[in-house]
């Protein structure tokens, strides 16, 4: 889903950067190329990046702060930076662009070949702004703690890589498939590009609302992924009952579940929004990603 916007401006920058040289020296460019050509603006810089900047422009805290001082995140690095991003800026609404020094860039859209010119479009009102759906999980015994994936959450044995899960899968209260795998995924439209693709799962349009459910090496070749509702509830739950289990967050975060557990995940209330200069075409994304017809 998407929301036209072509008259707002931002002047509390918002910066985040891997802690790279090469992203080091694209935050200090891109300071210096808005604090010259919008002098109104203010800077607002993760602690990772405070060495590289030196103005009474800019303030430097934590990446939590940034997000509540700024109307518009600046994201430099892959998309594995923007996705570690997403986990503190969602619940501000706070709309976030990417600048990609990473191999893929689905999500960064921005070349440091380009910096300037396709900044002055964003920072002159010629953008968009998408809505990206994100899903939420927790752990049956403890309702309150939950995890937030952009991408997926994988579920998979604790211990020995290699080593095949047994898992039940309900929708809405309705029995599935008893999936035995190496693992299973329950992927977002964006994360349908990353590791679900990888595992022979469809990609799956960002405009739709949607959730995935992936096996990783499935031991019945007759299972294939699954595209839900976004309404969808999906609940896993241990068929073995003597291995133990993680579900895994976007490839970071772990969580241990037991035997006796379940995993619940549904899409979560509140979107991603993501900045895109008004020439962003997603089919012309995929196609140069992907390789498609070379």
């Keep these: 889903m998407s929301i036209a916007i072509t008259s707002k401006k931002f002047t509390r920058i918002g910066i985040t950067a891997r ?7 694209t935050a200090q460019r891109l300071i210096t190329y808005l604090s010259i050509e919008y002098p109104e603006c203010r800077f607002v810089v993760n602690e990772d990046i405070q060495e590289v900047v030196a103005s009474s422009r800019i303030k430097k805290t934590s990446l939590s702060q940034v997000c509540a001082e700024v109307d518009l995140m600046i994201c430099i690095g892959g998309d594995g930076t923007l996705i570690n991003t997403s986990r503190f800026i969602y619940q501000y609404h706070l709309p976030v662009l990417g600048i990609n ?42 309702p309150d703690e939950k995890f937030l994936a952009l991408n997926e959450f994988q579920i998979s044995r604790k211990y020995g890589r290699g080593l095949m899960t047994d898992l039940e899968v309900y929708v809405d209260g309705h029995y599935v498939v008893r999936q035995r795998s190496d693992g299973l995924l329950i992927t977002t439209p964006t994360g349908s590009t990353a590791y679900s693709l990888a595992a022979g799962g469809p990609i799956i349009s960002p ?23 976004g309404q969808s509830k999906i609940e896993i739950i241990p068929h073995n009952k003597q291995q133990k289990n993680l579900c895994i967050v976007d490839g970071r ?34 196609s140069s990603k992907l390789g498609w017809g070379e």
């Design 253 to 286: 975060d772990v969580i241990s579940f037991t035997n006796s557990e379940r995993v619940m995940i549904e899409k979560h209330h509140t979107d991603l929004l993501l900045v895109h200069p008004n020439s962003h075409d997603e089919f012309k994304v995929l």
């Design 207 to 229: 405009q739709l609302d949607a959730i995935g459910i992936t096996p990783i090496c499935p031991h019945t070749l007759t299972y294939r992924p699954i595209v839900l509702s």
């Design 19 to 25: 802690k790279l040289p090469a992203a080091r020296s």
């Design 101 to 142: 020094l990473g191999h893929l860039g689905y999500l960064t859209d921005i070349s440091p070949n380009e910096l300037e010119p396709e900044i002055k479009k964003i920072m002159d009102g010629q953008f968009w702004i998408e809505r990206r759906q994100m899903l939420s999980a927790y752990i049956d015994s403890k």
